[in-house]
């Protein structure tokens, strides 16, 4: 689909069907945005934080068919079809993980490259984010 973008030049949106945390979505997208800011402002899901935009910092870091991407590389429309899972996926409903608790009660910055349901493994505390990381890491590790 062909439209008008904000500058007048021509802009380039693609039907996207996706499953985030087990919802189905579906949209139109611009061929350029990137997965973290479909993610976060056409979806709502901002759990996905955005750091670098470069690939480097890990903070955006979502699960694309169980593989482990920094969202801010990836363009939404390759996510057509795909089933991605944010960090609001690790919640039971309105209850949050141990891994989310921990993080909450300990003020820590979600600064991650990878993390796991199973909380503990998986995730690198990041410079300034590691004084408070490191300490909600541990907790989560002991189940709260
Ligand atoms: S925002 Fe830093 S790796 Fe994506």
């Not at 910092?57 to 593989?67: E, F, I, S």
């Not at 079809?81 to 910055?109: I, K, N, Y």
Request: aromatic share 4%; glycine share 12%.
């Amino acid at each position: 689909m062909k439209g008008e973008g904000e500058a007048g030049g021509v802009m380039d949106r693609h039907q996207v069907r996706l499953r985030v945390n087990g919802t189905e979505h579906e949209l139109l997208v611009e061929a350029r945005r990137t997965l973290a800011d479909m993610l976060r402002h056409d979806l709502g899901y901002t759990g996905t934080n955005v750091g670098c935009e470069h690939g480097i910092c890990g903070a955006c870091t979502v699960r694309l068919d169980d593989a482990p991407v920094r969202s801010c590389l990836v363009f939404g429309v390759q996510a057509d079809g795909a089933e991605v899972r944010t960090v609001e996926g690790l919640a039971d409903g309105d209850d949050l993980s141990d891994l989310q608790q921990a993080f909450r009660d300990h003020h820590a910055m979600r600064v991650l490259h990878a993390w796991l349901p199973d909380a503990g493994r998986g995730i690198f505390c990041r410079t300034r984010a590691r004084p408070t990381c490191a300490p909600a890491r541990r907790a989560a590790a002991r189940g709260g």
